[in-house]
């Protein structure tokens, strides 16, 4: 019996345990000084002003929507395909969600299919105030076309990019925000660096970084400027938000730290499994996932499809022979609007028809730095075997 290969896994060095250890036998477990060397390290490598390190990436997400003032009778566009927290973080604000249908090519948002969609909704009075793209398995998204199209109608746009820190976009880190408001990564253990669970929220834009910093931390200033009256005495602070306590704690933050000096390697690592797995699928009746050439993907996620007129297996049964062979594949993902919750809110299953094709015939197959070549040719054996290639 072969071991269980998972589809994505953390790294964890003796570098990395030593920096949480440290932080363990210091002063301050959170609200210390490693929180903000996180945030420096990160911003510092994606070349953006500022960077509000938060729980998990779904804290940053509903930040960044409060901070560009979401609100209720508000519209926030994303992408069906993606985790359901890209959606719900409009409708924690009271926001209306809907979903542009993805790329056929990249299976990001289609901006020819965003185009249509607003020329729409301006003669219907329902335009987006924003725009979530999401960097699926860590390739950008066609942000320059994304921002036009946010200037010639006005919205604001957040990058989820959970799975593309590492990543690049017209040869500039991804997270320098040069085409967005906001952007957010995810640190949860399967994406590309991790704090246990934990996210960031970039921007280049102080007035939302203070934004961010006030929702973080139950929408809390001590900055006097900030106040509406005088100090009452050293202790005084006051609250001039709702907020919340999405903070990260230091020993998350060193973890994210020790990490980021090994972050080149993995995406490194990660693109020679890729290429790897690129020659050895080569003759099987599936889809390799396509790189566009403006981007450096994360490689967060290695999806591929099924040629499924090639074979005489279904997309179910291709994906538990799999399982039951200890191959970790996924699904990702679900279209968002196919969970109850969104079906209860009136959407139709096919509502997104490209998002359909390719929750019909795609799955991930196991990427992370530490998958070695001996694993990798177990999962395609497997696989050709179930394919009966
Ligand atoms: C993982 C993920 C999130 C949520 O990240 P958490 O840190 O687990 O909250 C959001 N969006 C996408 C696309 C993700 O993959």
Redesign the pocket.
């Known amino acids: 019996m072969n071991a269980h290969i998972p589809y994505g896994r953390q790294d964890i060095s003796e570098a990395d345990i030593q920096s949480v250890v440290d932080v363990l036998r210091s002063n301050y477990l959170t609200q210390g000084p490693v929180v903000p060397a996180f945030e420096s390290a990160v911003a510092n490598y994606c070349q953006v002003k500022h960077a509000v390190a938060v729980n998990?990436?779904?804290?940053?997400?509903h930040i960044a929507c409060l901070a560009l003032g979401v609100v209720e009778g508000d519209i926030v566009w994303t992408s069906p395909v993606?985790?359901v927290?890209?959606a719900n973080c409009a409708l924690y604000c009271g926001a209306e969600v809907d979903f542009i249908d993805i790329d056929s090519r990249t299976y990001n948002m289609s901006v020819e299919r965003l185009a249509e969609k607003l020329a729409k909704a301006k003669i219907a009075g329902r335009l987006p105030k924003v725009v979530i793209p999401?960097h699926?398995c860590g390739q950008p998204c066609d942000m320059a076309a994304i921002q036009l199209l946010g200037r010639q109608y006005n919205f604001k746009i957040i990058e989820?990019a959970?799975?593309a820190i590492g990543g690049k976009y017209l040869n500039e880190a991804i997270g320098n925000c040069r085409y967005s408001d906001i952007t957010?990564f995810?640190?949860?253990p399967?994406?590309i660096i991790t704090t246990g669970?934990?996210?960031m929220a970039l921007t280049n834009d102080l007035q939302l970084a203070k934004r961010m910093q006030l929702f973080r931390s139950h929408g809390i200033t001590r900055e006097v400027t900030d106040m509406t009256q005088a100090p009452d005495g050293p202790w005084y602070y006051e609250q001039i938000e709702l907020g919340f306590n999405y903070r990260m704690t230091d020993i998350q933050a060193a973890l994210g730290l020790s990490q980021m000096q090994r972050l080149d390697e993995f995406v490194f690592k990660r693109h020679a499994i890729a290429n790897r797995y690129e020659k050895l699928l080569a003759n099987l009746p599936v889809l390799t996932p396509w790189q566009h050439p403006e981007g450096y993907s994360g490689l967060?996620l290695y999806v591929i499809r099924l040629k499924l007129n090639e074979i005489k297996k279904s997309h179910l049964e291709v994906f538990e022979a799999l399982r039951s062979a200890e191959v970790g594949v996924n699904l990702?993902y679900i279209p968002v609007y196919r969970q109850p919750y969104y079906k209860r809110m009136g959407f139709k299953i096919g509502h997104c028809p490209e998002a359909e094709a390719y929750y019909a015939e795609g799955f991930s197959l196991p990427i992370y730095p530490g998958l070695t070549n001996q694993q990798q040719d177990q999962v395609i054996t497997v696989l050709k075997e179930t394919l009966g290639a």
């Open positions: 998990s990436a779904t804290s940053a997400l993606t985790f927290a890209s999401v699926l989820d959970s799975h957010v995810s640190f949860h399967v994406k669970e934990g996210g967060h990702h």
